[in-house]
């Protein structure tokens, strides 16, 4: 599953986003954070969330991974 990369929001000027990819390099997603802004996680087009901390993003991308496994397996 994929981890995402510590960010400290006080040292970002403006809104980022990192390309999120599966364990084989295909594309799942976008991790958006900006000061001000939060962090947002957006997977395979439908999923989104937006968190204050970190661990809130990474327990979101983890479970709906976990809840889509058998999905992604039989792709």
Do not use: N
């Not at 400290?8 to 958006?32: C, H, M, N, T, W």
């Not at 996680?41 to 889509?68: I, M, N, P, R, S």
């Amino acid at each position: 599953m994929p981890k995402l990369p510590h960010t400290d929001l006080k040292l970002v000027q403006s809104l980022e986003s990192i390309e999120l990819k599966d364990d084989a390099g295909r594309p799942i997603g976008q991790y958006f954070f900006g000061k001000g802004r939060g962090r947002t996680v957006f997977l395979f087009g439908k999923y989104k969330g937006t968190f204050k901390t970190h661990a809130e993003c990474q327990a979101f991308v983890d479970g709906v991974l976990a809840v889509l496994s058998p999905e992604l397996a039989a792709k």
